[in-house]
């Protein structure tokens, strides 16, 4: 154990200037294969060390000692101790070693979840991302685990403080899919469906060279939503789509497709029928709108037991705002309103201001992003080879004379 705790002198003498850490980094990665097969006498030696001036060597102990099987006693601890580290560590320290620092974060999460306390989770991982984040618009790995978090513990709330961000660099495809597939989860359970349905597009419309299963669960999301938003879902998927989500999706979510071919005939007898005979597949939810109905016209239309059941049901939708209407209490009539927001108020003009604003800012990053494309070797040379050699569809009609 000698050689450990000159380690942790060293670790000790190198944490506090620029150089003397880059120094420390050199000696850290040469001990690391020492650190792991020492790991399960590590332990006392993070008694020694400061998480918040020896952030480095802290992590690097940090993620050898949690390396092995942890039961769920040792979780407690280990849970109060990586959440101690997260927030008291120098982001500029644990950068030097992203991937240790991922993997001691991913280690919390699942440890929080052995413990059945995913909402002890949430505030730590939200810490962690924005140390690990070179700015707002980096996508990393720990996005995906903090949404999940928030997804099991429905703090929903939390999880909108990262979904409004606007993303330009993501570290690897699969933290994208996660990301906006747990995204548009949060957005459905918080009944923000045309948030939900831009996240799940995003899924089922990114690059993939296979299928796989994440966008699988976002196709059979994005029909459901779009049953409940707009009364219809898409038949086809965009032609921007890659081509293995076009084959693909749509026979793996063909259970869906018909769902919503039911849902578009109309007859409520036809879909109690088919979700009957597929429940152990999905669950549905209709909606219709009028612009006037009895209470009992709606207890009928949906099968409800009486118009005061009715009455709970269109309240309640009134009070989360999926409808305006009022109720008339003496003929039991509902009528149904128009947004009453009339975008005239000083608020209201500062959000669309701020609105106009960003969305001029993402368009010159997209041109930006398009520019450095268009001049990228790779790039040119794939699209060459995918594009078919004449295609005379995209060249107008040239005349056969020319006057000069």
């Not at 060390?49 to 099987?69: N, Q, R, V």
């Not at 991922?102 to 949430?122: H, M, N, S």
Request: charged share 25%; net charge negative; aromatic share 8%.
């Amino acid at each position: 154990m000698n050689s450990v705790e000159g380690l942790v002198n060293q670790i000790q003498g190198l944490s506090t200037t620029a150089s003397d850490v880059l120094s420390l980094q050199n000696l850290l990665k040469q001990a690391d294969d020492s650190l792991h097969a020492e790991s399960t006498r590590l332990l006392p030696f993070l008694d020694q060390l400061d998480p918040s001036k020896h952030s480095l060597g802290y992590l690097y102990f940090l993620e050898a000692c949690t390396a092995g099987p942890v039961t769920k006693e040792q979780a407690g601890s280990y849970v109060l101790m990586i959440a101690r580290f997260i927030t008291s560590c120098i982001a500029e320290q644990i950068r030097l070693a992203p991937d240790k620092f991922i993997t001691v974060c991913k280690r919390f999460k699942d440890q929080v979840l052995l413990l059945e306390e995913p909402l002890r989770g949430v505030a730590p991982m939200l810490t962690a991302i924005r140390k690990l984040q070179s700015s707002s618009e980096h996508l990393t790995a720990l996005h995906p685990e903090f949404l999940l978090l928030c997804l099991l513990s429905r703090c929903y709330k939390a999880g909108l403080s990262i979904l409004e961000e606007d993303v330009f660099e993501v570290d690897q495809p699969r933290d994208l899919f996660l990301f906006c597939y747990y995204g548009g989860m949060i957005s459905i359970g918080k009944k923000w469906f045309r948030k939900a349905l831009e996240l799940l597009h995003n899924v089922v419309t990114a690059p993939m060279s296979t299928v796989n299963a994440i966008a699988v669960e976002a196709f059979k999301k994005y029909i459901l939503v779009s049953l409940i938003h707009h009364g219809q879902s898409p038949t086809n998927l965009p032609k921007y789509a890659s081509s293995v989500a076009q084959r693909n999706l749509k026979n793996l979510c063909q259970p869906y497709i018909e769902l919503a071919n039911s849902y578009s005939n109309g007859k409520i007898a036809d879909i109690e029928t088919y979700v009957e005979a597929n429940k152990d597949k999905f669950e549905s939810r209709l909606t219709q709108t009028y612009l006037t109905l009895s209470l009992q016209d709606i207890a009928n239309r949906v099968q409800l037991n009486s118009p005061k059941e009715a009455e709970m049901h269109v309240l309640q939708m009134i009070k989360d705002g999926e409808i305006y209407a009022t109720i008339n209490q003496k003929d039991g009539m509902v009528r149904f309103l128009e947004d009453p927001e009339q975008y005239k108020t000083c608020e209201m003009i500062e959000h669309i201001d701020s609105s106009i604003q960003r969305l001029m800012t993402l368009s010159k990053k997209l041109n930006g992003v398009d520019e450095l494309m268009s001049c990228d070797p790779l790039y040119l040379l794939k699209a060459g080879r995918e594009r078919q050699r004449f295609d005379f569809d995209d060249f107008d009609n040239v005349p056969q004379r020319f006057n000069i």
